[in-house]
């Protein structure tokens, strides 16, 4: 197997427009160019009301939340301990979508009764999920109310184990639930298949909003805000988006809504902890994206998470002071910068028993392991994999003759009902469609990736395992011009099942070519006169072999802002040589 890929780097699907009545009444109803309708059409969006509804997300188009199954259930058995006066504690994981889920709940809570805390499991020591010896410290501290978020769908023992001595649980989860449900209180998982809920996509922070709004709805309803301020649940996207996009959950329908409203107020930035993140992050200042979010902020949160202290993170996104919440910026930025020197060393492993092996190329799923790698950071390690090689790929830290394994998947393959065939090779197990936790003993894990191996080639939607780029419209360089460009703003955020816009051009050549920062290829583009500056992130080495080419071009145009001045960049996604 080899990284250096000729060219082109990925196969291409070229969408083309097929009803231009729909394209052009999409066109004069939003005012936007017969591209962006085409993207509309493309993603689905063919008649007026569900195109408005994705291009101008709004709060009054959330579902209501009282259509998730139990949640009445869970509402009335909270309301009950805050007016017990009963002891609570939010249960929740380690990574983002955990930690800023812990954080609304918290929050919100808070506010209505004085007694409620919040645990988060260490990941080496404890690892995910609920925990029996927690429970025990739990009932030693007099609480009767456990509220699990982002886990607890699969721990059925440990929650009849808690009923058994008192304690009531309520869950809030969305992985996929692969046998019976637990004994709790209230079982909420939109992934139930008796669940009428229509947005099955949620991350954990999603529920957890969902939750709240229907608490403060029946709250309300008691009369409970009469002489109170009544609480603005819109304040709290800013956290449900870094969560939402944390989880690379869809971004499309409520998951949609949340990030696009939540990326404004991160923008603004009013929220003390996320100010200093963004400061730390060197971001203030500026707009932030999907893309900034993901790259910028949120591997900062998952850092205390992953090898540190997920209460810093907790604490950071709760204060309202500037001052701590700086303090505490500065340490998650330490963590993840360790975490990064980490993840280097871990890769570096890994391409190197890739180059030593002769039958990486017959792999249809990549499986490696080691008891040299930490834990906290194997996930990212496999998401890397997983762009590099276009394979589902599984990264286990080895200790004391048991690994805990972490998966992520492409498109086309879910790697949860992949493992649930594995499991009689597994400890345990969870997950979703596109990431996956395994526990297993060393001696099990040839044979795991073997099973895995063929269960890939099997269920693989596509069946070269080849990377495939989704073209949404031809359009020659001369086309792209700003007036229209900044449009694409419209269908932001991008992300998961709403990629980032592509576009397709014939018949190109490029000139002035030379590479700036970590390895990026900046080029002039000219086709038919017309001439367009670009960049190819970390595509340095093909300086060369475009030079005097003429060649064929998918790309993304963006406007680029430098020193007062605005122009059309073209943002390469990948090349097809023609001559």
């Not at 249960?91 to 609304?104: K, L, N």
């Not at 303090?327 to 890994?350: F, G, H, P, T």
């Not at 048991?402 to 197990?429: P, V």
Request: glycine residues 6%.
């Amino acid at each position: 197997m080899t990284i250096n890929n000729p060219l082109p780097l990925s196969k291409w699907n070229i969408n083309e427009a097929d009803d231009k009545h729909t394209e052009e009444l999409l066109s004069r109803e939003f005012g936007v160019h017969p591209i962006i309708s085409q993207i509309l059409m493309n993603r689905g969006f063919r008649d007026i009301e569900s195109a408005r509804r994705f291009l101008h997300p709004s709060l009054n188009d959330l579902h209501s939340p009282f259509l998730m199954k139990d949640i009445k259930k869970g509402i009335a058995r909270l309301m009950k301990a805050i007016h017990d006066k009963e002891k609570i504690v939010i249960y929740g994981d380690y990574d983002a979508d955990g930690i800023t889920s812990v954080v609304i709940l918290l929050k919100f809570i808070r506010q209505v009764t004085p007694l409620i805390d919040y645990y988060i499991p260490d990941r080496i020591q404890e690892g995910y999920g609920l925990r029996i010896p927690a429970i025990d410290k739990f009932k030693k501290g007099n609480v009767s109310l456990i509220i699990t978020v982002d886990c607890g769908i699969s721990d059925v023992e440990q929650i009849a184990y808690a009923q058994s001595i008192g304690i009531d649980t309520i869950v809030l989860d969305h992985h996929e639930i692969s046998g019976e449900l637990p004994p709790a209180v209230a079982a909420i998982n939109p992934n139930r298949e008796d669940c009428p809920f229509p947005f099955k996509g949620l991350a954990g922070v999603g529920i957890a909003y969902n939750f709240l709004i229907a608490l403060r709805g029946s709250l309300n309803k008691e009369g409970f805000w009469k002489d109170k301020n009544y609480p603005n649940l819109k304040e709290y996207l800013d956290i449900v988006s870094l969560g939402t996009i944390g989880d690379i959950a869809p971004l499309i329908d409520e998951n949609r809504i949340f990030t696009k409203i939540g990326l404004e107020l991160i923008t603004e930035g009013k929220r003390p902890g996320i100010k200093a993140l963004k400061e730390v992050s060197g971001v203030d200042n500026q707009p932030i994206d999907s893309f900034k979010a993901s790259f910028s902020l949120i591997p900062r949160i998952n850092a205390a998470g992953r090898i540190a202290s997920p209460s810093d993170a907790v604490q950071l996104l709760l204060t309202d002071d500037l001052s701590e919440a700086r303090v505490l910026a500065e340490k998650l930025d330490s963590y993840n910068r360790n975490r990064q020197a980490m993840e280097k060393k871990i890769l570096s492993d890994i391409l190197e028993m890739i180059n030593r092996s002769d039958t990486m190329d017959k792999m249809n799923s990549l499986v490696f392991s080691s008891d040299q790698w930490h834990p906290g950071i194997i996930g990212i390690v496999a998401s890397r994999l997983v762009e590099l090689f276009n394979r589902p790929a599984f990264v286990i830290s080895l200790q004391n003759g048991m690994g805990k394994g972490s998966g992520r998947s492409i498109s086309g393959f879910n790697i949860y009902k992949g493992i649930q065939q594995c499991a009689h090779l597994l400890a345990s197990y969870g997950g979703h469609y596109h990431a996956a936790g395994i526990s297993i003993k060393k001696e099990n894990i040839a044979e795991f990736a073997a099973l895995l191996d063929q269960i890939t080639l099997d269920n693989a939607q596509i069946s070269d395992v080849s990377v495939q780029t989704n073209i949404d419209a031809e359009c020659p360089i001369a086309n792209t011009r700003a007036d229209w460009i900044t449009q694409f703003e419209l269908l932001a955020p991008f992300g998961s099942k709403n990629p980032e816009p592509l576009l397709y051009a014939r018949d190109v050549r490029a000139s002035s070519l030379f590479i700036v920062g970590n390895n990026h290829l900046k080029m002039s583009l000219n086709s038919n006169g017309a001439s367009r500056d670009s960049i190819w992130f970390n595509m340095g080495k093909y300086i060369h072999t475009l030079n005097g080419t003429a060649f064929d071009l998918v790309f993304t145009p963006q406007i680029n802002n430098w020193n007062g001045s605005q122009d059309v960049q073209l943002k390469i996604k990948d090349i097809n040589i023609i001559s």
